[in-house]
């Protein structure tokens, strides 16, 4: 399984930018899928997370800017980032729990990570 994530770049403050994160492979099924970002000396964190029923979370730090969402058709999950702020600069990272075959435990998988800077 891979994870193909898309979509970084530079956006000025108060912009908005959609990341895009597809999954390829041989596997059963896509449970949660997430997007994770890390800023320069912080840890990961978790921005935003989808079921695949559709529920979604949302840290407080973006909450009513960013809005997660996926098509299940494509084995994709997106971040549609709006009000970007300075702050939110940092490498965003998605991850999808997927289960490979029937009776199998799901198996945690990070795409490769993309860079938004966000300028002042």
């Known amino acids: 399984v891979q994870l193909q994530a898309s979509g970084g770049g530079l956006v000025q403050a108060g912009g908005s930018h959609r990341l895009t994160c597809a999954a390829s492979?041989?596997?059963?099924?896509?449970?949660?899928m997430a997007w994770y970002r890390q800023a320069p000396g912080k840890h990961r964190e978790l921005v935003a997370g989808?079921?695949?029923?559709?529920?979604?979370f949302h840290a407080d730090s973006v909450k009513g800017r960013f809005t997660i969402s996926r098509d299940n058709s494509k084995n994709t999950v997106y971040l549609q980032m709006n009000s970007l702020k300075p702050e939110d600069t940092a490498v965003y990272f998605c991850h999808a729990d997927v289960e490979i075959d029937v009776g199998s435990h799901s198996d945690q998988f990070w795409g490769q990570g993309t860079l938004v800077t966000v300028s002042s």
């Open positions: 989808i079921s695949s029923a559709g529920s979604t």
């Open positions: 492979g041989s596997f059963l099924l896509i449970n949660d």
